[in-house]
């Protein structure tokens, strides 16, 4: 066992020198890890933070005018919003108005169409049914006439003659 010790010693040393070279390696990849970022960071103010100071200066600059086109806006939109009311109103007025003239007229055209009927069936009654009397009235005695007189001529043709019931019609 005693020769182990010496064993066990110069193993640890070498652990020691290799922890040593690797915390050495590592300070190292952090240093220049830590120039890159201090570059990054010092290229990202000279060219970021510009911009975003002329940012804030824009936004403080057009502040003013932002509110003044939102405040225009939103006096738009009631003013349209009014408008549209006022023609939704208008169109319902006359759409109101029209249906109204429709029924009227469906009324009026009804009420045309019934007297054109009454006027109709009066005409027929007092000018076509005394008109078609009389016509009847005038054809019996025409064919009474006829028969009479054209007994005479019947029998001067062979008693061949047209039959009473034929001019009826």
Same mark, same amino acid.
Do not use: Y
């Given at each position: 066992m005693e020769n182990l010790v010496p064993l066990f010693i110069i193993a640890t040393a070498v652990a020691v $020198?290799? &922890?040593?070279?690797?915390?050495?390696? @590592?300070?190292?990849?952090v240093r220049k890890t830590g120039g890159q970022v201090e570059?990054?960071? /010092?290229?990202? *103010?000279? *060219?970021?933070?510009p911009t975003?100071?002329?940012?804030?200066?824009?936004?403080?600059?057009?502040? +003013?005018?932002?509110t003044e086109?939102?405040?225009?806006?939103?006096?738009? %939109? !009631? $003013? #349209?919003? /009014? &408008?549209?009311?006022? =023609?939704? #109103?208008? =169109?319902s007025d006359a759409v109101d108005r029209t249906r109204l003239q429709i029924i009227r007229a469906d009324e009026l055209i009804n009420r045309t169409l019934d007297r054109v009927e009454e006027? %109709?069936?009066?005409?027929? !009654?007092? =000018? $076509? %049914? +005394?008109?078609? &009397? =009389?016509?009847? @009235?005038?054809?019996?005695v025409t064919a009474?006439?006829?028969?009479?007189?054209g007994r *005479?001529?019947? &029998?001067?043709r062979d008693g061949v003659g047209v039959p009473q019931d034929e001019l009826f019609i």
């Open positions: $020198v290799i &922890q040593a070279c690797i915390l050495v390696a @590592l300070f190292v990849v570059a990054l960071a /010092s290229e990202v *103010k000279t *060219k970021a933070l975003v100071e002329t940012t804030n200066a824009m936004l403080t600059e057009l502040r +003013p005018r932002i086109i939102v405040a225009n806006v939103e006096h738009s %939109s !009631r $003013v #349209a919003r /009014s &408008q549209i009311e006022r =023609v939704d #109103a208008t =169109v006027t %109709s069936d009066m005409v027929h !009654r007092t =000018v $076509v %049914s +005394p008109i078609r &009397q =009389v016509q009847g @009235l005038f054809q019996g009474g006439l006829e028969f009479f007189l *005479k001529r019947r &029998q001067g």
